[in-house]
Nanobody, 115 residues
C-alpha cells in the first residue's frame, strides 16, 4: 500500500478528529499533498493542498477549522479537524503527486459528524 489513510470515525458536531496519511517512500519526492473528501451523492472535492515549497491552501468550507501538518521522519501527513460540522461528513482521501507527476490515492477513511 503506497498511501495509507486512517483516523476517521464518528464524532458529535463541535468535536475533533485527526486523520493520518502515511506515504510509502517508494513514491519518491512529492510536489503536492492533498486531502479530498466525498460526501454521499456528491463529487469529490479538494479540502486542502500542501506543496513541497511549504504553501498550504484550504477550501473556504474548512478554513480556520482544519490544519495540515507533516511528520517527515514518519513520512506521514496529518489533517487535524476541529469544530466539526455535520456537513463535514464524508469519505476523506489523501492524494500525492510526485516529482514525476504521478498521482497516488489512499483508500479513504470515513468521517461521520452527528448533529
Amino acid at each position: 500500500v503506497q498511501l495509507q489513510a486512517s483516523g476517521g470515525g464518528l464524532v458529535q458536531a463541535g468535536g475533533s478528529l485527526r486523520l493520518s496519511c502515511t506515504i510509502s517512500r517508494t513514491i519518491g519526492r512529492i510536489n503536492f499533498m492533498d486531502w479530498y473528501r466525498q460526501a454521499p451523492g456528491e463529487q469529490r472535492e479538494l479540502v486542502v493542498r500542501s506543496t513541497s515549497g511549504g504553501s498550504t491552501s484550504y477550501s473556504d468550507a474548512v478554513k480556520g477549522r482544519f490544519t495540515v501538518s507533516r511528520d517527515n521522519a514518519e513520512n506521514t501527513v496529518y489533517l487535524q479537524m476541529n469544530s466539526l460540522k455535520p456537513e463535514d461528513t464524508g469519505i476523506y482521501y489523501c492524494k500525492v503527486i510526485n516529482t514525476r507527476n504521478l498521482a497516488y490515492w489512499g483508500q479513504g477513511t470515513q468521517v461521520t459528524v452527528s448533529s
